[in-house]
């Protein structure tokens, strides 16, 4: 006869998992960068509509040889520092739409909680940046060989904003990973998401080498290899409907 043991496992990993990530976001990691960009411009959105402020989006991305950078900037009123740290409690989600029914982006509570997972579980150990109401976090958590969740979160000023910046780098292995984020094409999002939200002032930068992006002023990305503004179709919010 054999006696089964029951182990109980937390469901923290799961955000550190690429398997489990894959079934929470219903993509494959080739897709994982899409996925970024879909959850942070959803969450760009909502805050300026909440606001309520005609929603300015800047998405800019580098394509360098041992990264994919991808940063966005909105002008919300900034994410709180309290919310960012609800953020990193894996155990529970964290999101103002669980409770509505209404049409809506990011009701999972789990955008955020995803786009710090993803990054480990391809790989990088550089952290990602969340900028708002005058605070820099940088935030890399990791799950070690135990199944242990760490979590190194720094904060330090940041300069005077309005809004909030994500900043993600997803790691690049030209030996076995070069066509990993061959689908993802960040014209097409910026296109889409003006496209399906007319209210919205959308800008793409893309840049083919890392140290343009550095050497750039977030307000002044004269370096940029493209650059397109899809300007806003309708009044918000005089004409817009959810």
Not at 81 to 88: S, Y
Not at 117 to 128: D, K, M, Q, R, T
Not at 216 to 238: C, K, M, S, V
């Amino acid at each position: 006869m054999i006696e089964r043991t029951t182990f109980e496992i937390s469901r923290t990993s799961e955000y550190f998992s690429l398997t489990e990530l894959q079934a929470m976001t219903g993509q494959p990691m080739e897709h994982f960068a899409s996925v970024i960009v879909k959850e942070v411009l959803d969450n760009s959105l909502d805050a300026c509509e909440s606001a309520p402020v005609r929603p300015e989006i800047q998405l800019a991305v580098c394509r360098g040889e041992d990264k994919l950078s991808i940063t966005i900037e909105d002008n919300g009123p900034g994410i709180p520092a309290e919310t960012v740290q609800r953020i990193l409690a894996f155990q529970t989600r964290t999101s103002d739409k669980l409770a509505y029914r209404a049409p809506t982006r990011g009701a999972q509570g789990n955008a955020l909680k995803t786009v710090l997972g993803i990054p480990f579980a391809l790989g990088s150990n550089e952290p990602v940046i969340i900028e708002g109401r005058g605070i820099k976090h940088q935030i890399r958590a990791w799950i070690d060989p135990a199944g242990e969740l760490h979590i190194d979160h720094r904060e330090e000023p940041a300069l005077s904003r309005v809004g909030t910046k994500v900043q993600v780098h997803l790691p690049v292995d030209q030996d076995s990973d070069e066509k990993l984020y061959q689908d993802f094409d960040p014209q097409r999002w910026a296109q889409a998401f003006s496209l399906f939200n007319p209210h919205a002032f959308v800008k793409i930068y893309i840049f083919e080498n890392s140290s343009k992006l550095a050497n750039n002023d977030n307000r002044n990305l004269e370096n940029r290899d493209f650059y397109n503004a899809y300007q806003p179709t309708i009044e918000f919010p005089g004409q817009w409907r959810k």
